[in-house]
């Protein structure tokens, strides 16, 4: 299967059978990044992380009383 990376439009080629051709196959709505860029965006991520500055909002989860 044919990928396009959706950060550098760089064009890969994945098995047919693997699981994220098969994700990519059953829900259009999921996108494909290269490892390259998956790599670069967690050292930004864990750099931004370690300096301070950088707060990540998580979902606030309500205790269910039920």
Excluded at 5 to 31: G, M, Q, W, Y
Excluded at 35 to 53: M, Y
Aim: aromatic residues 6%; positive net charge.
């Amino acid at each position: 299967m044919r990928v396009k990376c959706v950060l550098c439009d760089k064009i890969e080629t994945i098995e047919d059978e693997s699981p994220v051709a098969k994700r990519l196959r059953n829900r259009p709505i999921h996108t494909y990044m290269c490892q390259h860029c998956d790599e670069r965006i967690k050292e930004k991520t864990n750099l931004r992380l370690e300096s301070g500055n950088f707060r990540l909002y998580r979902p606030k989860t309500n205790g269910d009383d039920w």
